[in-house]
């Protein structure tokens, strides 16, 4: 695929196939993703992958509750435009992904978070040219149980960056609205 169609193919997906992602198309993504640029080549990305569902689903629980119970003590909060769907049982924050990704850093490196995102990006383009598809899940970096950050052997001093589910896509939709960009000026 080249690089045209590669921007153009990737979208964010919401619905897979029950097919599960072979970890080694995983662990290829994830090496293709390290070839994202990095402040002084620091690269101080690394991964968490699961492709365990009830593990899953135990995140997806852990970071609803969180989210809620933050709406609930601050009904100003801007996740507020989130609350119903979130109190739907049925919504699962991973979609009905079979695997998601976490990019995390330790939290004292400056770039950290912006090289995390720029690997994010590479490995969202490395998906899109195997068939597969992502979605950057924001909600999912809300879980704060120690239990669960032992599960999935979270390590201290680390942020999560970026969680992004990956799979065969059940359902491709047309490409998100984009605005004009904005030229400040051209000089
Ligand atoms: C920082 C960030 C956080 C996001 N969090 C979520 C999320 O929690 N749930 C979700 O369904 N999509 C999430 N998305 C996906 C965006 O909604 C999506 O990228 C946007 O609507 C544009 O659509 P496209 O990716 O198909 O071009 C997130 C994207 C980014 C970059």
């Known amino acids: 695929m080249n690089y045209a169609d590669l921007l153009l193919k990737r979208r964010s997906i919401r619905n ?10 995983i662990m290829e993504i994830i090496k293709e993703s390290t070839y994202a640029p990095s402040a002084g080549n620091g690269q101080p990305w690394k991964f968490i992958v699961i492709n365990d569902r009830a593990l899953m689903q135990e995140i997806s629980d852990e970071a609803k509750k969180n989210i809620l119970d933050r709406i609930a ?33 330790e939290k004292k490196l400056k770039n950290m978070p912006v090289d995390c995102a720029l690997a994010a990006s590479y490995f969202m383009m490395s998906a899109v040219d195997r068939g597969l598809g992502t979605c950057w899940i924001n909600f999912a970096r809300q879980i704060s149980s120690p239990e669960l950050l032992n599960k999935i052997g979270f390590p201290k001093n680390h942020e999560m960056i970026v969680p992004l589910i990956i799979g065969y896509p059940a359902q491709i939709p047309t490409m998100a609205k984009r605005n004009e960009p904005e030229i400040i000026k051209i000089l």
Do not use: S, T
Not at 16 to 25: F, G, M, P, R, S
Not at 83 to 103: C, H, R, S
């Open 73 to 105: 003590a601050n009904p100003n909060d801007y996740v507020k435009k989130y609350q119903k769907m979130l109190m739907n049982d049925q919504y699962n924050i991973f979609y009905n992904a079979p695997a998601v990704v976490y990019i995390i850093g």
């Open 16 to 25: 897979y196939q029950e097919k599960a992602v072979a970890n080694e198309i």
